[in-house]
């Protein structure tokens, strides 16, 4: 192991290549990424939420469409009927603030409802699409923004598992859909997170075209996921989770419904 | 305005709120995201894409599924046809390297299959969207890292134009689909790139429940990006361009034929 590996061991669960890897402090607040599930008490304050959402403004968006929003939600009762609705994940109740990201078609269809002007592209699984990828962007810098000012972080899929109820309770117009959540907060010193390791990049990175994974690279990724569970004081891997993940309807946890769902918030996804 | 206001201007097209803001080098580097299309020549080599390539990975990811995979292009007659392909836009040819995300349902169907198991809940559109979602958060990922290293980025959503000719030229298996592009290269200093001004944070940023904008609001900003372009020499604003890309199929530029492509790519988003 090199010592200088920089994060490189608890990302990969390996050693980092032994030739020379650029390194400045973006690329290693981006390498321990984390995500904070356990929370000390205390709000976020204002002033670091906007500088959140200004650095999740920044990012790239399709066409300078925008076609995403995003919701802060504190108040005690809409976060416990949010937490209750997103998979009852008692962190959502506890963190500093819960930002919901939407796929919001619903702002530019209105203004051109405005000018008098039809809106039937939003109709299109494309615009859907467009909508979620704006969201994961900006939220993605939200995150990392987060973390550079010494907050953690964790994201909320299951905003999904209920999103028409979400949406309601959220007051989202027709074309507007929640994408997911961002619960931010102070991370608890008691409960530090672990860097879980990911697939080795010769899995996921291609190199002019597709490969699929050999056996052993599968492998040895399962034994680095079931070592860091292990230290967790969880007996688990990664490849009979991800098969489970992938079988029928019923792993998607009530989400195989989402298509109707988009359809009767607006979005039909031709 | 405040002096201190740290690319606020030049996000938003208006002074800082005043109540100060926390700052830090990444923040700074966040706001000053811009898209480079204009590039120097010169390769980025593959120790800047290893780490490009880890930040990515470090990213958050639905369930650890890492539903997603990149396809790093250099080979410059793939690059020529990739180009024409999307758009036919001639920076893809002259960045230092294309890497190509992709929502890559594949490698779990694959695993799946060769422990004998089905892999139904590919076909659902939950599947299909955690696929775009996780590309987009590692893309994002990917940038920033690019960004911090001195390099220059750019989107591409228009191998969505063309998606199952790219999917054929990159080897895609069924199951993964080219989501967007990114060009990464080393920024022609004798071009720079500007940075658009985003809408007011208080039309994104939704307090408790989902806000619909006044017209006032974007009145202004229609005012900050015409004054934007105008230094680019190009007379044009935001709202009759956002009108016009939410308008009616022909406004997708032949993207509203994506659900039929991912229907015969694999991902029937059910």
Known sequence: ???????????????????????????????????????????????????????????????????????????????????????????????GVFLVFVADGARASELARRAGEP????????????????????????????????????????????????ADLLGLPRGAFPAFGVVIGHPDPADPAGIKPRLPQAVVRHRERYRLPEADEIAAYDAAVTAYYATQGEPRGWLRAAIARVRDAASLHGRHTMRASLERRGLPSR
């Not at 109709?123 to 010494?150: K, R």
């Open 1 to 95: 192991m090199r010592t200088d590996d920089h994060g490189w061991l608890r990302r990969y669960g390996t050693a980092a290549p032994e030739s020379p890897l650029p390194r400045n402090e973006v690329l290693d607040l981006l390498y321990r990424h984390r995500s904070v599930r356990s929370f000390a008490p205390g709000e976020v304050d204002d002033a670091a939420v906007t500088a959140i959402v200004a650095a999740a403004q920044s990012a790239s968006t399709s066409s300078n469409l925008q076609a995403w929003s995003v919701i802060e939600v504190r108040d005690p009762a809409r976060l416990d009927s949010l937490a209750r609705l997103a998979g009852d994940q008692d962190f959502i109740r506890r963190g």
């Open 119 to 166: 809106a039937g592209a939003v109709d299109y699984i494309e615009s859907t699409i467009v909508g979620f990828v704006d969201a994961a962007l900006a939220a993605q810098n939200a995150v990392i923004a987060a973390e550079s000012l010494g907050l953690g972080a964790v994201y909320v899929g299951s905003v999904r598992n209920s999103p028409e109820q979400i």
